[in-house]
T-cell receptor, first 114, second 113 residues
Framework: EAGVTQFPSHSVIEKGQTVTLRCDPI?????LYWYRRVMGKEIKFLLH????????ESGMPNNRFLAERTGGTYSTLKVQPAELEDSGVYFC????????????FGSGTRLTVV | AQSVTQPDIHITVSEGASLELRCNYS??????LFWYVQSPGQGLQLLLK??????LVQGIKGFEAEFKRSQSSFNLRKPSVHWSDAAEYFC???????????FGAGTILRVKS
């Protein structure tokens, strides 16, 4: 089975620009999560989709971040406008609805805002 | 709120030596517990998980972890470390399966030959 795919793997943008990160979960996984790790800090939860619905967006830092999950399949995370403090590694994960397997993570997108 | 503590930021062990990485969580009930590993340039890979049942769980790559309710701990162990085990290790908990994961700060493992 294909894993969780994220792209781009790296992105360098200037402050004030817009960046869109994409995550393709494992097929059939209804749960999709976004996490972020800022340099030197812990991995922090951003938000959780169940299919196309936002189940929990308590970790979204501010309204410059917009997440969508089209048709309950892939998800995008847009940062507009980007600020320096948005730099970090953004991870996506997916899991099945039924209890069983773990949460499968993608390789992450390293975002650098300069 | 849930929290996870990994008290050791860095650990260095000799190849072939045993390893124990500590993890303590703060949560009233028994949470869902996980250990992940991140090798340089890679994503997070699930080593093992505990949901219920036998408190000693076996994972991939020869790792095991023991859930101790009385100590609110879920320590990761390996009897003999290999150089390829050098990586960063994360303990994580979820209140219920499917809920968000709360991560510890991570422990960086260095293996010396």
């Amino acid at each position: 089975e294909a894993g969780v795919t994220q792209f781009p793997s790296h992105s360098v943008i200037e402050k004030g620009q817009t960046v869109t990160l994409r995550c393709d979960p494992i097929s059939g996984h209804d749960n999709l999560y976004w996490y972020r790790r800022v340099m030197g800090k812990e991995i922090k939860f951003l938000l959780h989709f169940v299919k196309e619905s936002k189940q929990d967006e308590s970790g979204m830092p501010n309204n410059r971040f917009l997440a969508e999950r089209t048709g309950g399949t892939y998800s995008t995370l847009k940062v507009q406008p980007a600020e320096l403090e948005d730099s970090g590694v953004y991870f996506c994960a997916s899991s099945q609805r039924s209890r069983g397997g773990g949460y499968t993570f993608g390789s992450g997108t390293r975002l650098t805002v300069v | 709120a849930q929290s996870v503590t990994q008290p050791d930021i860095h650990i260095t062990v000799s190849e072939g030596a045993s390893l124990e990485l500590r993890c303590n969580y703060s949560y009233g009930a028994t949470p869902y517990l996980f250990w992940y590993v991140q090798s340089p340039g890679q994503g997070l890979q699930l080593l093992l998980k505990y949901f219920s049942g036998d408190t000693l769980v076996q994972g991939i790559k020869g790792f095991e972890a023991e859930f101790k309710r009385s100590q609110s701990s879920f320590n990761l162990r390996k009897p003999s470390v290999h150089w390829s085990d050098a990586a960063e290790y994360f303990c994580a908990v979820a209140k219920e399966y499917g809920n968000k994961l709360v991560f510890g700060a991570g422990t960086i493992l260095r293996v010396k030959s």
